[in-house]
């Protein structure tokens, strides 16, 4: 499986972002896609994640509300729409994919089998 993430940019802050992760290889409607982001020197934040059939989704307290996570199938690619976009959301996000199906370790960077490059989220105050 390959991942290429994409759409990151420059956002003011209470602006809105979207990102998608594209899928290519063999994929699974069990999979489960997650998103991840990280700045430089800190560990890597687990942020939302949902399976290919849309059936599970989860996300974490500080993005409730104002990200949401959606499946095009036909296009093999997930998105994480990103509104009220604050100063601490800026990050490298990465998208993530794993066989392994939830909730176990959901947001557990180890536990997931196949990642994309980086996006680049940068938000001006």
């Known amino acids: 499986v390959q991942l290429q993430a994409s759409g990151g940019g420059l956002v003011q802050a209470g602006g809105s972002l979207r990102l998608s992760c594209r899928a290519s290889?063999?994929?699974?409607?069990?999979?489960?896609i997650g998103w991840f982001r990280q700045v430089s020197g800190k560990e890597r934040e687990f942020v939302a994640a949902?399976?290919?059939?849309?059936?599970?989704?989860y996300s974490v307290d500080s993005v409730k509300g104002r990200f949401t996570m959606s499946r095009d199938n036909a296009r093999n690619t997930v998105y994480l729409q990103m509104n009220s976009v604050k100063p601490e959301d800026m990050a490298v996000y990465h998208c993530?994919?794993?066989?392994?199906?939830?909730?176990?370790?959901?947001?557990?960077?180890?536990?997931?089998?196949?990642w994309g490059q980086g996006t680049l989220v940068t938000v001006s105050s």
């Open positions: 290889g063999y994929t699974s409607s069990s999979y489960t």
């Open positions: 949902t399976t290919w059939d849309g059936g599970y989704t």
């Open positions: 993530a994919a794993r066989r392994r199906p939830p909730p176990y370790q959901i947001d557990v960077p180890a536990a997931y089998d196949y």
